[in-house]
């Protein structure tokens, strides 16, 4: 609350997962406003397939990805407190151990930011500073790489050791602008996605482009009702997960698992919801022994956002489950990832 970010951009990057049902129809499984992660893969896979494979692109005019750190650090330049003629801008990470720690080096380096850890800065007199070694700096745009619990110890975690004490009061005096906004778990909320179509109606005044995965929302007794004796044709997921973790899949799981689920819905609705298995679409993949087997997937394109303009990269993340017959595509989950073309 208070938060008022400069140019009025609390969601800097989204990365909106898309799937393809079994009639062809791209649907919104989910979105990702907090801090969605992937991108590296999507740069990376380009720049490995052209180096070991390049006789492929032969005959065919692709869109290019490599603009995305410039486009990034364009919105987050454009997010700068006013009247800061040079801003400085910063990656903040949680630290090496991090499984997404490679991305978050990599998108400094690519932007020519510094890459930080919660202990590289400080705030005095309300403003957020930097160690060095010619002395501190003024920050003033942190894309942050770290969840919100752990971002302020003085509001949030006070046990955390990954944030920075004070960086709320400091973005909330407008001294500084945290990319992605915290508190946008608020719009990331699974139970508030199956509400999203509406919400665009009557904000934008416009029909949605995509539709949605079909999703019951367990607060609602009816549906509730409908859901429960039918978890085996679900995907169950709590409404703050991320990752993959916490998903039960009614038709790979056990009764015991799903008694474990009918349970966990009945104790906490509002910490749930429940989606039909979708079939997703799948891709020839090379699985063990070098052999081309089908596996399901799903698409994270990337949007970034500096205030005047909304850019897609084109491409994005296409995930891909690599057990026989899984539906999670997450990389936390063995999941692997594809290098995606976007014809010019």
């Known amino acids: 609350h208070g938060v008022r970010p400069p140019n009025g951009v609390r969601i800097h990057v989204a990365g909106v997962d898309?799937?393809?049902?079994?009639?062809?129809?791209?649907?919104?499984?989910?979105?990702n406003l907090r801090c969605p992660s992937g991108v590296s893969y999507v740069l990376e896979n380009r720049r490995t397939l052209a180096h070991v494979l390049p006789e492929i692109f032969t005959g065919h005019r692709l869109r290019g990805v490599e603009e995305y750190p410039a486009r990034l650090l364009g919105a987050l330049l454009a997010a700068a407190p006013l009247g800061v003629a040079e801003p400085t801008v910063v990656v903040l990470t949680p630290g090496v151990h991090n499984s997404a720690h490679f991305e978050h080096a990599f998108l400094a380096r690519r932007m020519g930011v510094e890459l930080v850890e919660g202990r590289d800065l400080f705030c005095r007199d309300g403003v957020v500073r930097m160690r060095t070694t010619r002395g501190s700096e003024p920050v003033h745009v942190i894309y942050r790489r770290i969840d919100d619990d752990y971002l302020d110890p003085v509001h949030f975690r006070p046990d955390s050791v990954l944030g920075v004490p004070g960086i709320l009061n400091a973005a909330r005096a407008g001294a500084v602008t945290i990319a992605n906004g915290v508190g946008n778990g608020v719009a990331d909320d699974k139970a508030i996605y199956p509400y999203v179509p509406t919400i665009v109606r009557y904000y934008l005044g416009e029909e949605p482009v995509l539709p949605n995965v079909q999703t019951y929302d367990l607060r609602d007794p009816e549906q509730r009702e409908y859901v429960l004796p039918r978890l085996d044709r679900m995907v169950i997921k709590p409404?703050?997960?991320?990752?993959?973790?916490?998903?039960?899949?009614g038709s790979q799981a056990d009764e015991k698992a799903l008694a474990e689920a009918a349970q966990a819905i009945t104790d906490d609705p509002r910490g749930w919801i429940a989606q039909p298995i979708v079939p997703l679409s799948t891709s020839p993949?090379?699985?063990d022994g070098g052999r081309l087997a089908p596996r399901h997937l799903d698409l994270r394109p990337f949007a970034v956002n500096d205030g005047?303009?909304?850019?897609?990269?084109?491409?994005?993340?296409t995930r891909t489950a690599l057990v026989e017959g899984s539906l999670v595509v997450n990389s936390s989950q063995g999941g692997g990832s594809k290098d995606t073309w976007v014809l010019a």
């Open 18 to 31: 898309l799937v393809r049902d079994e009639q062809g129809t791209f649907r919104v499984l989910e979105d």
């Open 239 to 249: 409404v703050d997960g991320s990752g993959g973790y916490g998903i039960v899949v």
């Open 285 to 287: 993949t090379v699985v």
């Open 308 to 317: 005047d303009d909304v850019w897609v990269l084109p491409g994005g993340l």
